[in-house]
């Protein structure tokens, strides 16, 4: 397992300049330091793929990129202040992902299903409206909720369309997103054991990612619906 691998000081310190200074002019003769700290999160992002292929099957990898969508955003600035990366699922069989935000005082692990395509989100509801009781005992575990804590997500305010608002499970069918969050502190983010606190938790979430994978392959009747 990679373990040597590390977040250092410095790309808090690049990250917090950045946001002081969100500006082409300052971002241009700072490129050389920005493109030496990309390398350092992707050589992480890389050796956390690395770590996640001994337990998952991983599909891509991904490294967002620096610039901002400005069209549609109130907010001009070019640049994003923050690094993040995401690691896919197999495809069709697996679904979903794990995702990693870095940034000084607000770094956090995401896993799940951030959002899902409109066949897959009626096919969760439909299995949550059938019986929920199994997704309940999973997302309870204790060692996931040591790590993870509740599920998180947004939702429509009452009901989606077709479903009944005073179901017992309405709580969990009306959300939109089906995803867990971890907040880190910048000590854990820039600790010599950070990659395998990383790992740890992204093996935590693995009984929720079985089941998920198990509904969203399957039909209602369980039968797969793979080709």
């Given at each position: 397992m990679a373990s040597n691998v590390t977040i250092s000081k410095e790309i808090f310190d690049f990250l917090t300049e950045l946001k002081n200074n969100n500006n082409r002019e300052w971002f241009e003769e700072q490129k050389?330091?920005?493109?030496?700290?990309?390398?350092?999160?992707?050589?992480?992002?890389?050796?956390?793929?690395?770590?996640?292929?001994?337990?998952?099957?991983?599909?891509?990898?991904?490294?967002?990129?620096?610039?901002?969508?400005?069209?549609?955003?109130?907010d001009k600035t070019p640049y994003k202040t923050h690094f993040a990366g995401f690691f896919s699922r197999l495809g069709a069989h697996l679904r979903?992902?794990?995702?990693?935000?870095?940034?000084?005082?607000?770094?956090?692990l995401g896993a799940g299903f951030w959002a899902p395509n409109k066949e897959d989100l009626f096919r969760i509801r439909k299995e949550?409206?059938?019986?929920?009781?199994?997704?309940?005992?999973?997302?309870n575990q204790k060692e996931l909720k040591s790590v993870w804590g509740e599920l998180q997500g947004e939702g429509v305010k009452t009901?989606?369309?077709?479903?009944?608002?005073?179901?017992?499970?309405?709580?969990?069918?009306?959300?939109?997103?089906?995803?867990?969050?971890?907040?880190?502190?910048?000590?854990?983010?820039?600790?010599?054991s950070f990659l395998d606190e990383v790992d740890r938790s992204y093996r935590a979430i693995r009984p929720y990612f079985d089941l998920m994978s198990d509904i969203l392959t399957t039909n209602l009747n369980g039968e797969s619906i793979l080709e």
């Amino acid at each position: 397992m990679a373990s040597n691998v590390t977040i250092s000081k410095e790309i808090f310190d690049f990250l917090t300049e950045l946001k002081n200074n969100n500006n082409r002019e300052w971002f241009e003769e700072q490129k050389p330091s920005f493109k030496k700290h990309q390398s350092e999160i992707k050589n992480f992002l890389e050796a956390a793929k690395v770590n996640l292929s001994h337990h998952d099957d991983i599909e891509k990898m991904k490294l967002f990129r620096i610039y901002r969508d400005v069209r549609f955003s109130k907010d001009k600035t070019p640049y994003k202040t923050h690094f993040a990366g995401f690691f896919s699922r197999l495809g069709a069989h697996l679904r979903g992902g794990y995702y990693i935000h870095i940034k000084p005082g607000e770094s956090f692990l995401g896993a799940g299903f951030w959002a899902p395509n409109k066949e897959d989100l009626f096919r969760i509801r439909k299995e949550l409206e059938m019986d929920a009781d199994e997704f309940r005992e999973v997302i309870n575990q204790k060692e996931l909720k040591s790590v993870w804590g509740e599920l998180q997500g947004e939702g429509v305010k009452t009901a989606p369309k077709g479903f009944d608002k005073e179901h017992p499970d309405i709580d969990l069918i009306r959300k939109k997103q089906f995803v867990f969050m971890r907040q880190l502190s910048d000590d854990q983010v820039l600790s010599s054991s950070f990659l395998d606190e990383v790992d740890r938790s992204y093996r935590a979430i693995r009984p929720y990612f079985d089941l998920m994978s198990d509904i969203l392959t399957t039909n209602l009747n369980g039968e797969s619906i793979l080709e």
